[in-house]
């Protein structure tokens, strides 16, 4: 069971991202943004960080890289991508994901242990969550706020592809409180928050980023 | 313009030169005429003004700075393997690892253009730390304002805060500590200090020489542009003057994508072992890094300034070796190697060009599309610059501020004076909680964050099998500095060191930042040198040296200089990070028993209590026995180790009420406390002794824990133990845990939005 993490230049959370997935018992495979082979990995994870310095917009050069080529095709046929934070901004670059991620509504870059619900434990990223769970994590990011057009807010919600909602204050401006979304076949997560600092109690607020990791090794497994 | 060649500064002596604008003093214009036997070339001027200024030479400070060699260069945790004059000090810390670390500062630039001077402050240390051969780990930054409800304040502090937050965020450094203090005197003249610590092999510490003849010089990194010229010798030595000219053009402009890319590029370069000499580009650009290379090496280079990448064509060939472009490095590498160096830029898009080889001229030699503009002894620029023996007088006010103590002020005597003096002081600027700052950095990054802010020190894990670690405070208490220059300086290292050992960790070394008005007042120099004395007494009764650091002058106001702020940066070593002690009392540490290590005195004068409710300055400093800092270190090393206490708090800023807030805040459980018999209640509470910790210790483990103290003799009292939710100081007053935190928590967001 291979999990593998793409590097792209401006990658910040790439190495713990790696350490969750051999935490969670996956072996870890580091892919290079170059390199459009995948090198047989059962899962992808797109990292965190300010991915080409977040110029033009979060993103928005990323989705261009060779790798995301292949990942965009094999998302199609079930391979389960996890985007945090810098992630799900490509994700949503790459159309893989609907909605936007601006600016936080303060302006300033916010890191804090924050609250969420997990409101689908049906993707192939939160089957080891109970409905409904509450977990805290890290949050931080600078662009976080997650926006879309009432439509697609109303369709995510009506098909229950909210994956995450803040719980508490809104940290970021996100509208109705969304911390994550997937898409309808529950392979493809995005997640502003970061699971990966919290799978081991000495260096993280907790260690309920860990069912991330333990719920896609299930899924492979299953499919 | 044509380009003035040697041949043309040989056969034109007397053409009139701008030294003066330059920032040099005539006697050492006259004595650049006299190395080179002739008037120096523009180029040469340029590379002379900025490496021989206040920032690069330390000309003001080099006397006094040299009384640290007298400190014994070994550590308690290993060897010095590198030390001051590096780019930073390298320390041994066992298991086959080592660390570098080094605290920086970036005053003036960030008061004239913030977001960009503090950011920038924060990639030339990082850049420090990675020309050492080492990964960079983690970030803090000692930072001061001037007070909180100034309006400059308001201008300055959020852009110098999402200035560090911007740059070390994107290179994915956490930022685990430092300070955010507010005086008076640091209006108009913040001060940004950075402090970056590195993890390497010791087989891969890198030093900045350049040898072997036929070895090629390659810069790599960002093109250059015209930005932050003569940032050292127009804004860092000299003070602001109201009415002159904005020195914005001074101030470099950063990009840490830029960064992040030389760091994964630079350590991939170490990996292929083809670095043979390395050196980042900061303060004095090009002329710094090939004048400092050459003179550290074989003594002979050639560089050919038209193969440098420009950002801006037009630049001249001065401007190129005085522009402090950030993002720079450049590296000595065989020939052989040149081609692989060149194909591990290209996989991280980062340019690079063969700029220069190492040459047995013994000279620095450069040419600008095939002319010789610069042909010197490199040593006499990067080395020889002029040393001052500035005047040095006590300030005549010195003894009337002594004798005006703080101790003879009203305090308060009631429950509920006590009471109101407590929420006063939690609310002061200094005191209140800095989350509206830190929650603007990233201290989880690299998952290797054991402590962050607002723990007593930062500490990161090494070695994920081993539990090897690090931890680092920075402290200084600038009024106790200015009562007292030498004992304050003793004050900030004691702070320091006890940070890091209530945490668990063993103190090893000694990084400096030391921020001072101008060098040409009698008066400052008196706190210079007074301070430094003070470190370096501290040091040597402690046993741990100063690896390296770093020397800002010309921190004033018009004539107000800023308090005396000698920053101390300690490093420690932990063998095991899960032994770590945190500052909080949780849910689960209930019924745990507090006590007091430590003597508490009637020492009020230069406390947050004197500066907050009573606006006054004045009397002397706490004592300092650092013998008494070295047993406490040990108790508390001892009991971590040990597992016999689960909590412990040093003992500063605002007294043992602001230790019980912040712990008892922290981990969300309260405390019911009462002042030790014969000890009077305000003094308890508000007294600012050194040398005390409050530690919480399992009820299993009282008798073994006083046990330890009484038999090193070491005093220590029971004051109280965890319970409820609230802090409750028997007999006087008691406030919930909710209208602490409320109190504590509402300043800054109040006055920063």
């Known amino acids: 069971m291979k999990i593998g993490v793409v590097t792209f230049p401006g990658s910040l959370d790439d190495v713990d991202a790696r350490r969750a997935a051999a935490v969670a018992g996956a072996e870890a495979v580091a892919l290079w943004h170059g390199d459009a082979d995948l090198h047989g990995v059962d899962a992808v994870v797109l990292p965190g960080g300010f991915s080409y310095g977040d110029y033009l917009r979060a993103g928005a050069i990323s989705r261009f890289a060779p790798v995301m080529d292949t990942i965009i095709k094999k998302a199609g046929g079930g391979l389960p991508v996890l985007g945090i934070c810098n992630g799900f901004q490509v994700l949503c670059e790459s159309h893989l994901l609907p909605g936007a991620l601006i600016k936080n509504h303060h302006r300033k870059f916010i890191c804090k242990d924050q609250a969420l619900r997990i409101e689908n434990n049906r993707t192939a990223w939160t089957s080891d969550y109970d409905a409904n769970h509450e977990i805290t994590i890290v949050l931080k990011n600078q662009d976080g706020s997650y926006v879309a057009d009432e439509a697609t807010l109303d369709r995510l919600e009506g098909e229950g592809l909210v994956v995450a909602r803040y719980l508490d204050e809104n940290p970021n401006g996100s509208y109705r409180d969304i911390a994550g979304i997937s898409n309808e076949r529950g392979n493809v997560v995005g997640l502003m928050p970061h699971p990966e600092h919290c799978v081991e109690t000495l260096t993280g607020p907790s260690t309920d980023g860990l069912g991330f990791f333990t719920s896609v090794l299930k899924a492979v497994v299953a499919s | ?753």
């Open chain 2, 1 to 753: 313009m044509s380009t003035d060649t040697v041949s043309n500064a040989t056969s034109t002596p007397d053409v009139e030169q701008p030294w003066a604008e330059l920032g040099l003093k005539p006697d050492e214009y006259q004595r650049i005429r006299d190395i080179l036997d002739r008037r120096p070339t523009s180029c040469e001027l340029a590379m002379y003004s900025v490496m021989w200024s206040e920032h690069c030479s330390y000309k003001s400070s080099k006397v006094h700075l040299k009384k640290f060699g007298d400190i014994p260069q070994e550590t308690p945790a290993g060897k010095m393997l590198a030390g001051i004059g590096e780019n930073a000090g390298v320390i041994d810390i066992g298991e086959g690892y080592a660390v570098t670390f080094k605290v920086e500062s970036h005053n003036h630039p960030s008061y004239v253009e913030p977001y960009q001077g503090a950011a920038t402050g924060v990639g030339g240390i990082v850049r420090d730390i990675l020309a050492m051969g080492a990964r960079p780990v983690a970030v803090m930054d000692p930072l001061r304002f001037g007070p909180l409800d100034a309006p400059d304040t308001k201008r300055v502090l959020p852009g110098i805060v999402s200035g560090v937050g911007g740059y070390g965020n994107s290179l994915g450094l956490p930022n685990i500590g430092g300070e955010v203090v507010f005086d008076s005197t640091y209006l108009g003249n913040p001060l940004v200090n950075a402090l970056c610590v590195g993890v390497m092999r010791h087989e891969d510490l890198h030093l900045a020489n350049a040898t072997g003849i036929g070895n090629q010089i390659i810069l790599y990194g960002a093109k250059t542009g015209g930005d932050g010229i003569g940032g050292v010798s127009v804004l860092a030595s000299e003070t602001f003057a109201d009415g002159g000219p904005t020195k914005r053009p001074a101030v470099q402009v950063g990009d840490p994508f830029m960064e992040k890319l030389l760091i994964e590029c630079t350590l991939e370069l170490f990996a292929a072992r083809i670095v043979e000499g390395i050196q980042d580009l900061g303060g004095a650009g090009l002329s710094c890094a090939t004048s400092e290379l050459a003179s550290a090496g074989d003594g002979g280079m050639h560089v050919s300034l038209d193969k440098v990448p420009l950002r801006d064509a037009s630049l001249a060939p001065e401007e190129i070796l005085m522009s402090e472009s950030q993002e720079r490095m450049m590296a000595v590498v065989t020939p052989a190697g040149v081609e692989e160096f060149l194909k591990i830029c290209a996989k991280w898009d980062v340019q690079a060009d063969v700029i220069g080889e190492v040459t047995d001229t013994g000279l620095l030699q450069i040419d600008w599309h095939g002319e010789r503009v610069v042909d010197v002894p490199p040593r006499t620029v990067a080395h020889d610059g002029p040393v001052y023996e500035r005047p040095i007088a006590r300030p005549a006010w010195q003894d009337e501020l002594q004798a005006d103590g703080a101790e003879k002020l009203p305090r308060a005597t009631t429950g509920e004076e006590l009471r109101d003096t407590l929420l006063k002081l939690i609310a002061s600027p200094n005191l209140c909680d800095k989350s509206w700052v830190t929650d603007q950095y990233d201290r989880y990054v690299l998952g290797n964050s054991v402590l962050a802010q607002p723990e007593d020190s930062g500490m990161i894990r090494v070695d994920e099998t081993s539990g090897l670690g690090v931890a680092v405070s920075t402290d200084c208490n600038g009024r106790f500095a200015k009562l007292d220059p030498y004992t304050g300086a003793k004050l900030a290292l004691a702070e320091s060191y006890r940070n890091v050992a209530t945490t668990g960790a063993r103190p090893a070394a000694v990084t400096d930042c030391l921020n001072f008005g101008s060098p040409e007042d009698a008066g400052v120099m008196w706190q210079f040198s007074e301070a430094i004395r003070g470190l370096v007494d501290g040091c040597i009764e402690l046993g741990i040296p100063v690896t390296g650091g770093n020397v800002s002058f010309y921190n004033q106001t018009g004539e107000t200089p800023i308090l005396p702020t000698p920053v101390v940066g300690v490093l420690g070593v932990i063998d095991d990070v899960t032994r770590r002690t945190p500052i909080g009392f949780t849910a689960e540490m209930e019924g745990h028993q507090l006590y007091l290590l430590g003597e508490t005195e009637e020492e009020l004068s230069g406390s947050e209590w004197a500066h907050v409710i009573h606006g006054h300055l004045g009397g002397r400093p706490p004592a300092v026995d650092l013998a008494v800092e070295a047993q406490l270190a040990d108790i508390l090393i001892n009991a971590s180790r040990d597992g016999l206490i689960d909590a412990a708090h040093d003992v500063s800023d605002g007294g043992v009420a602001q230790v019980l807030v912040e712990s008892t805040l922290r981990g969300g459980t309260g405390a019911r406390v009462w002042a030790p018999d014969g000890l009077d209640p305000f003094l308890f509470l508000f007294a600012e002794s050194a040398g005390r910790a409050v530690v919480a210790v399992p009820r299993t483990e009282e008798v073994r824990f006083t046990d330890m103290c009484t038999a090193r003799r070491f005093p220590h009292t029971k004051i109280g133990v965890v319970t409820g939710e609230s802090l409750d100081v028997q007999d006087q007053f008691e406030v919930s845990l909710t209208d602490l935190r409320e109190t504590w928590t509402a300043t800054l967001p109040a006055a920063l939005g």
